[in-house]
């Protein structure tokens, strides 16, 4: 049953798991979870490194694929009002898949998933955020999952950008809790905290008027 499940929000399946694929295609360049990349060849190739899971389109758009062996690596899916990206490579916080077109991947189609997420980061560094809200009181709870030295010992990310949703007028203060520089500066109709640093963790506390 759980399977089935799967299967209708992803609208794929899996086969046989497939070989090394080292070159991709772009198929649905217009699609706008590939906003991002634009301008986007219907061609142009891009280098994916390491083991792909088998994808098996069912009801999904096949957005990026490999033609020798034919091998899906990106579909999108519409399931009612929930929106779906299916990723054939682990994400994860390995530095080689936070360059582009990893990142820009990454980015559209979080956009185009979420339509208008209320907050979300941009930086070099893969960082995890969660956002906690209360009354006029908004927590934003920041993990550096970076790979450093040890896994306690994340390299510190720098120069961090958070998005909210919050119109600048709204804002009443801005604090850190382990005292990293944020300044604060209107975006569109919300605004952008921007972060000195975060070494392992940092606490974000956002209060309104």
Same mark, same amino acid.
């Given at each position: 049953?759980?399977?089935?499940?799967?299967?209708?929000?992803? #609208?794929?399946?899996?086969?046989?798991?497939?070989?090394?694929?080292?070159? %991709?295609?772009?198929?649905?360049?217009?699609?706008?979870?590939? =906003?991002?990349?634009?301008?986007?060849?219907?061609?142009?190739?891009?280098?994916?490194?390491?083991?792909?899971?088998?994808?098996?389109?069912?009801?999904?758009?096949?957005?990026?694929?490999?033609?020798?062996?034919?091998?899906?690596?990106?579909?999108?899916?519409?399931?009612?009002?929930?929106?779906?990206?299916?990723?054939?490579?682990?994400?994860?916080? *390995?530095?080689?898949?936070?360059?582009?077109?990893?990142?820009?991947?990454?980015?559209?189609?979080?956009?185009?998933?979420?339509?208008?997420?209320?907050?979300?980061?941009?930086?070099?560094?893969?960082?995890?955020?969660?956002?906690?809200?209360?009354?006029?009181?908004?927590?934003?709870?920041?993990?550096?999952?970076?790979?450093?030295?040890?896994?306690?010992?994340?390299?510190?990310?720098?120069?961090?950008?958070?998005?909210?949703? &919050?119109? %600048? *007028?709204?804002? #009443?203060?801005?604090?850190?809790?382990? #005292?990293?520089?944020?300044?604060?500066?209107?975006? =569109?109709?919300?605004?952008?905290?921007?972060?000195?640093?975060?070494?392992?963790?940092?606490? &974000?506390?956002?209060?309104?008027?």
């Amino acid at each position: 049953m759980q399977g089935d499940l799967l299967i209708d929000i992803l #609208g794929d399946d899996y086969g046989e798991p497939p070989s090394l694929v080292t070159m %991709a295609k772009v198929v649905r360049p217009s699609h706008p979870a590939l =906003g991002e990349l634009s301008p986007v060849p219907s061609e142009g190739a891009y280098p994916f490194e390491g083991r792909r899971a088998n994808i098996k389109p069912i009801n999904s758009n096949v957005l990026i694929k490999t033609d020798f062996p034919e091998t899906v690596l990106l579909t999108a899916n519409m399931l009612g009002k929930g929106r779906v990206i299916h990723f054939s490579w682990l994400v994860s916080e *390995e530095t080689s898949y936070l360059k582009d077109p990893y990142g820009k991947l990454y980015r559209g189609t979080s956009l185009w998933t979420m339509k208008e997420p209320l907050a979300y980061v941009k930086s070099n560094h893969n960082l995890d955020l969660t956002l906690r809200g209360r009354g006029k009181s908004l927590s934003l709870c920041l993990v550096n999952t970076m790979r450093g030295p040890t896994f306690y010992n994340p390299v510190a990310a720098r120069d961090v950008e958070v998005y909210l949703a &919050v119109p %600048a *007028e709204q804002l #009443g203060s801005v604090k850190t809790c382990k #005292g990293a520089d944020v300044h604060v500066e209107p975006m =569109g109709k919300g605004i952008v905290l921007k972060i000195s640093v975060v070494d392992d963790v940092e606490w &974000v506390t956002v209060d309104l008027k």
